[in-house]
């Protein structure tokens, strides 16, 4: 019996062991999980920089000056001396249009004119005539030697013959506006160049037939253009036009010159947009902005592609931090029951089914960076200004000298918040660049 007794003590004795270490590891698990994770980040210091704002667009290289040929008159091209790329000077012969259609509608109204003159001739001698005659009868008139009925026949043949020299000289007139536009006509089936510059496109073919008119647009036989000034024509989105002024410095980078810059500065914006895509999920608006390239040694082909970065903004010694430590946090207010004011607090989280009013009266997001206080990160509410394409200016919420978390990506959108535990690791971000 004192051994079946000693046994039971020694089972209830191991079972109490066995229990206590459950509940040690149970607690130790609970304790465990109520830890905080550390997140791995890199970070740098704040420092003062100069930022210079840029914003970016692409485009095509075109000349300055570009004219297109087209025809005023209509036939068949007789002689085309120039050949796409041939240089060309101003009053060069460019396009002959056969002119035997206009030379005789020239001698017609030459003709026309001649006659409408000698008509005019007639019609003054006739007028001075009746002029005398119509002076005759007046001082005949004035002597009672003729009747009243005698005097107003001879005045109603004097205003006949007054009026019908006033017609031929209307005549002469349009026989003259005729013969002018004839000779222009005839003078457009010759076509020089405007410019000094090089074909840069010939369309028409020797032989063709043209059509032109004094109302519409001809067909185009031929492009002329300077290749001495060239430009960048480039599209800018309508959020970063409001960015760029006249006289705004820029860097062209053009394909065929894979290695070079080139320096260019801003001449024109246009003030009506470019939409493309219009009424679709792709639809698009940009501006046109116009560059004058600062170069006279490179032979530059009208469109080739280009793309600009165009230097709208420059600010020197201000404070800045790397781009992507900036990101944005919804503002959440939380009421405080007993004082009855308002706290504060950033929220991470995601407002959906937003009504259009709700929309307009909500704050907007609020732009934060984590600064390193103490092994923890801080989320610093701050306000930036411009930025570069590797910094952004800071304007205020931080100071010279801060640790702000640069990386990574995730850990900055998503997994810090205020007061997280970090862990610093810089080597990983050196790694990282010098592997890209």
């Known amino acids: ?94 396009v002959r249009i056969k002119p035997d259609t206009y030379i005789a509608q020239r001698d017609q109204s030459i003709a026309s004119l001649n006659r409408t003159k000698a008509m005019l001739v007639q019609r003054e001698a006739d007028f001075r005539k009746v002029e005398s005659e119509y002076k005759r009868q007046q001082e005949l008139f004035k002597k009672g030697l003729v009747s009243e009925a005698d005097i107003e026949t001879v005045k109603s043949t004097y205003e006949i013959a007054k009026a019908n020299v006033d017609a031929a000289r209307f005549d002469v007139q349009n026989a003259q506006a005729t013969l002018s536009r004839a000779t222009e006509d005839l003078n457009k089936t010759a076509i020089y160049s405007p410019i000094n510059g090089v074909v840069t496109q010939r369309i028409s073919k020797l032989g063709e037939r043209v059509s032109g008119s004094s109302f519409t647009q001809g067909t185009e036989i031929m492009t002329v253009s300077d290749l001495s000034i060239m430009e960048a024509r480039v599209e800018v989105n309508e959020n970063d036009v409001v960015l760029i002024a006249l006289n705004d410095t820029a860097r062209i980078d053009v394909d065929a010159y894979p290695d070079r810059l080139f320096n260019a500065t801003v001449y024109q914006i246009a003030n009506t947009a470019t939409t493309t895509g219009l009424g679709t999920q792709e639809e698009v608006t940009n501006f046109e902005v116009r560059l004058i390239i600062a170069t006279e040694n490179e032979v530059f082909r009208p469109g080739m592609s280009c793309s600009a970065n165009i230097e709208t903004e420059t600010r020197h010694d201000v404070l800045s931090v790397p781009l992507q430590s900036v990101t944005t946090r919804e503002k959440r207010r939380d009421r405080d029951e007993e004082s009855g004011g308002e706290n504060e607090e950033f929220a991470d989280v995601t407002i959906e089914g937003i009504t259009d009013r709700e929309e307009k009266t909500r704050e907007k997001p609020q732009e934060v960076v984590f600064v390193i206080e103490g092994g923890l990160a801080r989320k610093k509410s701050v306000e930036t200004g411009i930025s570069s394409d590797t910094y952004i200016e800071v304007r205020e919420g931080i100071e010279e000298g801060d640790e702000v978390v640069k990386g990574s990506y995730r850990a900055i959108s998503r997994e810090l918040d205020d007061s997280t535990h970090v862990r610093i690791d810089n080597k990983a971000s050196r790694k990282q660049t010098f592997s890209n």
């Open 1 to 94: 019996m004192a051994k079946n007794g000693k046994n039971k003590k020694k089972k209830i004795i191991i079972f109490s062991a066995l229990g206590l270490f459950v509940v040690i590891i149970v607690i130790a698990v609970i304790i465990g999980s109520q830890k905080d994770e550390i997140i791995v980040v890199q970070t740098e210091e704040v420092g003062r920089r100069t930022i210079t704002q840029v914003v970016e667009a692409t485009g095509k290289i075109q000349p300055q000056t570009q004219v297109k040929i087209n025809a005023e008159v209509s036939g068949e091209i007789i002689e085309l001396p120039v050949e796409e790329g041939d240089e060309v000077t101003k009053g060069q012969l460019l």
